[in-house]
């Protein structure tokens, strides 16, 4: 699983059938070692996260098992949203 923050969604009005309903988040990766912000990317919303959100990420087919839909192409779910980070 990875850290990010939520910095946007994206709308797409022409997409693969089974992308149909599910909210696509932009997402910032965290490095919480350095505190640096990495790439960017999508990923599917299965929380209800919102802008500004810290988040667990999980990709590959992790993401999808996340959705239910092993045959759905996507490659990054968000699964929690951070409350508190403890050290």
Sequence with gaps: ??????????????K?????????MIVQRLDTVNGES???FVAVDCVGSGIGDKVLI???SSARKALRNPESPVDASIVGIIDEDKD
Aim: aromatic share 4%.
């Design 58 to 60: 999980t990709t590959g």
């Design 38 to 40: 990495l790439e960017n």
């Design 1 to 14: 699983m990875m850290i990010g923050r939520v910095i946007g969604n994206i709308w797409a009005t022409r």
């Design 16 to 24: 693969e059938d089974s992308l149909n309903g599910l909210k696509l």
